[in-house]
T-cell receptor, first 114, second 111 residues
Framework: GAGVSQSPSNKVTEKGKDVELRCDPI?????LYWYRQRLGQGLEFLIY????????KSGLPSDRFSAERTGESVSTLTIQRTQQEDSAVYLC????????????FGPGTRLTVT | TQLLEQSPQFLSIQEGENLTVYCNSS?????LQWYRQEPGEGPVLLVT?????EVKKLKRLTFQFGDARKDSSLHITAAQPGDTGLYLC???????????FGQGTELSVKP
């Protein structure tokens, strides 16, 4: 594909519901990253994948957050029992591999928890 | 915990003026990247610097990595309205892996 794509672009959910956010990286990129961006703030690292394994999950805020990646391609970030403080833009990025620092970002999913 | 302090947080200038954005840390980074983000979009990579003291130029933008690889600056010459956006610096702990982002500088260039 031409770039990183994410879906949905916007998601409004009620407090307590589960949500799934999807990321399609650039074809051939083996490393994939998830970040969270709260309004007016910088990006907060959540987790990254090299291939299908996640060497660094240190940024996941709680056990309500999980992510998986299959086929060294698509990744899904799942938030269970959403809370209002989960409202943010969730950004996905990919890079050629872990050793190459240039990360290319998708447009993000804006999550609003009411 | 590694932190990147970015300043100023907001900057509003007139077209044609020069400006500098700073990114500082007490930690050493193996690389420093600068991104620009527009509303509703993801950040777009502008430049990566990896060597202490390195200077890179991209048209009217000049990027510098500090000798000790703890700080960086972005200088824009003769700013234009099209430069308006959120500028983010990000430090890499290794050549790859996660990035530590600064809080961003919201730049507004008025015609």
């Amino acid at each position: 594909g031409a770039g990183v794509s994410q879906s949905p672009s916007n998601k409004v959910t009620e407090k307590g519901k589960d949500v799934e956010l999807r990321c399609d990286p650039i074809s051939g990129h083996t490393a994939l990253y998830w970040y969270r961006q709260r309004l007016g703030q910088g990006l907060e690292f959540l987790i990254y994948f090299q291939g299908n394994s996640a060497p660094d999950k240190s940024g996941l805020p709680s056990d309500r957050f999980s992510a998986e990646r299959t086929g060294e391609s698509v990744s899904t970030l799942t938030i269970q029992r959403t809370q209002q403080e989960d409202s943010a833009v969730y950004l996905c990025a990919s890079s050629l591999n872990w050793a190459r620092g240039e990360q290319y970002f998708g447009p993000g999913t804006r999550l609003t928890v009411t | 915990t590694q932190l990147l302090e970015q300043s100023p947080q907001f900057l509003s200038i007139q077209e044609g003026e020069n400006l500098t954005v700073y990114c500082n840390s007490s930690s050493v980074f193996s690389s420093l990247q600068w991104y620009r983000q527009e509303p509703g979009e993801g950040p777009v990579l502008l430049v990566t610097v990896v060597t202490g003291g390195e200077v890179k130029k991209l048209k009217r933008l000049t990027f510098q990595f500090g000798d000790a690889r703890k700080d960086s600056s972005l200088h824009i010459t003769a700013a234009q309205p099209g430069d308006t956006g959120l500028y983010l610096c990000a430090g890499g702990e290794n050549q790859g892996g996660k990035l530590i982002f600064g809080q961003g500088t919201e730049l507004s260039v008025k015609p």
